[in-house]
């Protein structure tokens, strides 16, 4: 996938520079992954040399943070989640976690951004994740499993569903609301501890 070659002028403020290098990195990540793509690249692609980059960015993650601070609020997600957390409500902090992922209307950029973010080990959303998971067993609401696979599992399991349909054209059949909730149910359902039941004795003599 070739990326357009961002055009420059010789009186470019700082503010145009930066947003220049953030439409070619935004391009290019889209296109190749956070991995895959190189601060050479990004800096050919804008038009600038590779020192003017590190200028403004001091490293590739910092470059990619910004990308996503211009397209989502991710600060404001995790703020809701963590408030979710705090309450114990396993239901909304995985309802939005998945409502992030699933939802209508997403800048395709974003959405390979947001897709090779998760496929190459985004650390943002597995680590709240896990850690979350990890106070649930804690204090003995979820069943004793690994963390880490656990969120692995859950953010594998919305960022395919996106795959399919927004990568692929799969067509759903249900409403992003609908799907959202289907997939937090057979989630928590498979991760919840059952509450023990009593049972009755029959008053037989042995």
Same mark, same amino acid.
């Given at each position: 996938m070739s990326v357009p070659r961002i055009a420059t002028t010789s009186?470019?403020?700082s503010q145009e520079r930066q947003a220049s290098l953030i439409a070619a990195a935004a391009s290019l990540f889209a296109a190749k992954g956070f991995?895959?793509?190189t601060t050479k690249e990004i800096a050919k692609a804008a038009g600038?040399?590779?020192a003017l980059v590190f200028k403004y960015f001091p490293t590739?993650?910092?470059l990619y943070a910004a990308i996503l601070a211009e397209k989502v609020t991710v600060s404001a997600l995790l703020g809701a989640v963590e408030e979710a957390a705090k309450k114990r409500d396993d239901h909304r902090v995985f309802s939005l976690i998945a409502s992030y992922r699933i939802r209508p209307g997403v800048d395709p950029t974003l959405l390979r951004l947001l897709l090779f973010s998760a496929l190459e080990g985004d650390k943002i959303f597995y680590e709240h994740v896990a850690a979350y998971v990890r106070t649930r067993i804690d204090e003995g609401a979820f069943r004793d499993v690994d963390p880490l #696979?656990?969120?692995r599992a859950f953010i594998g399991m919305v960022v395919h569903h996106r795959l399919l349909h927004e990568i692929f054209g799969v067509p759903m059949h249900r409403s992003h609301e609908d799907t959202v909730e289907t997939?937090?149910? #057979?989630?928590l359902h498979g991760l919840t501890r059952p509450t023990p039941t009593r049972t009755r004795s029959t008053g037989r003599a042995s």
């Open positions: 009186r470019i403020t991995n895959g793509t600038v040399s590779e590739k993650r910092a #696979l656990a969120a997939y937090v149910e #057979l989630f």
